[in-house]
């Protein structure tokens, strides 16, 4: 006997539950909720999008620093000594000039590899969502839950929990709480969407249906007050900050917050701030040093001569060049304790030996000077002079440099610098 297809189920073949009606209601709630995740992944992705945006458009106001005054007596172009073991930069690399378009182009290279990689694996990774770090199910409705008590006039709960609940405190009028546990603060400590307060908990809602607890009692920022996550449980009572250094000193300042000048960036200006910070520095033992071993006392004018200079603990292996925007952009890095950089060598002459002369003028002579060499053992180069234009005296100095062009940071202050320099007599 054939069976009708429009039998009606019965018991024998399943539950009635999931059908009719409710089965309608169950696929609208299925799509909704399906339809909510794409709808916090378009917003995540959006956000996603924007910060590469932002960033991206940062790139595009970026400008070079054009040509600056170079040495008068160096060659202009990057040449090798030595047999081609030693690179020379001229002018620490200040004529290799790059245009703007290079600039924005290297600028949104940077982005694409790090702004937009960073947050597309963050994304993947999970970093941040409903059950990392926050959300709903981490510190929501459980952490910091129903308040243990609540004043007869509606006010705020007068405790909770102490393990990241809601403000230990609060005024019997509804305000916002006065204190909240030292481990409640921000979207990742007991945090999330539902962590301690919210408008409910002390704010404008107390004293409504959701007075004393309930869901969304331990809500949404911490203890009381929209403002109430990033800021260590917002209206309470913040943990002291740790004094900077030198505090008590009555330093003027240790970063460019304080500066009315614009930002240094990384090209041969001056009238900027600098906000590389120092970086690394070794200790006293591996700090690095530099001598002239040899120089000639006198040379006639227009006659190559060589300096030999020679290094310790100092590896010469980092060099950005600065009309590349590589000037003050890096800070000191130590491999093995010893510093990496290269070093410098100028000759300029002097217009007397009486006063310090005026810092502005361009030398004769100037290289940075960069082997991929170098290290605990001292060891020596020779730097080719290709001679000095007039007669007179000549100071030559040679000086380490880290990769930001600066003398390297000693131990102590009472060390001597890695620099030397000698006088000599041009006829």
């Not at 041969?268 to 001598?291: I, M, W, Y």
Request: aromatic content about 4%; hydrophobic content about 30%; overall charge positive.
């Amino acid at each position: 006997m054939r069976r009708s297809k429009y039998r009606r189920p019965g018991s024998s073949t399943g539950s009635t539950w999931f059908s009719g009606r409710r089965r309608i209601i169950a696929v609208a709630a299925t799509l909704a909720a399906f339809g909510g995740i794409v709808t916090v992944t378009q917003i995540s992705s959006a956000s996603t999008n924007d910060n590469t945006k932002s960033a991206l458009a940062a790139c595009d106001n970026l400008k070079a620093g054009g040509q600056t005054k170079l040495s008068t007596n160096t060659r202009r172009n990057t040449y090798t000594t030595n047999n081609g073991t030693v690179t020379q930069h001229p002018d620490d690399g200040a004529g290799d000039v790059a245009t703007t378009a290079q600039v924005r182009a290297r600028c949104r290279d940077w982005v694409m590899n790090n702004v937009a990689n960073a947050q597309t694996n963050r994304r993947r990774n999970n970093g941040g969502g409903k059950n990392n770090g926050g959300g709903n199910n981490n510190g929501g409705n459980n952490n910091g839950g129903a308040a243990t008590s609540a004043p007869a006039n509606g006010g705020a709960a007068t405790s909770a929990p102490a393990d990241g609940g809601a403000a230990t405190s609060a005024p019997a009028d509804g305000g916002a709480a006065t204190s909240a546990p030292a481990d409640n603060g921000g979207n990742n400590n007991g945090g999330g969407d539902n962590n301690g307060g919210g408008n409910n908990n002390g704010g404008a809602d107390n004293g409504g249906n959701n007075n004393g607890g309930g869901d969304n009692n331990g809500g949404n920022n911490n203890g009381g007050g929209n403002n109430n996550g990033n800021n260590n449980g917002g209206n309470g009572t913040a943990a002291p900050s740790t004094p900077p250094p030198g505090a008590g000193l009555g330093i003027l300042t240790n970063s460019c917050a304080t500066s009315n000048l614009p930002q240094h960036d990384g090209f041969q200006k001056g009238d900027r701030c600098v906000s590389t910070e120092f970086g690394e520095v070794g200790s006293a033992a591996n700090n690095p040093s530099l001598l002239i071993t040899q120089a000639p006392r006198q040379v006639n004018r227009n006659t190559p001569f060589t300096l030999q200079i020679s290094t310790r603990n100092l590896i010469r292996d980092r060099f950005l060049a600065a009309g590349q925007g590589g000037y003050y952009v890096e800070s000191s890095v130590l491999q093995n304790g010893l510093v990496r950089g290269h070093f410098h060598t100028a000759c300029r002459m002097l217009a007397n030996t009486n006063e310090a002369p005026a810092p502005e003028g361009v030398p004769a002579f100037f290289v940075a000077t960069e082997d991929s060499k170098g290290g605990a053992t001292p060891d020596s180069v020779n730097i080719q002079v290709p001679g000095l234009p007039t007669a007179g005296t000549a100071q030559c100095a040679s000086w380490a440099g880290d990769g930001s062009h600066r003398i390297p940071m000693m131990e102590r202050a009472n060390q001597t610098p890695a620099f030397d320099v000698v006088k000599i007599r041009v006829r």
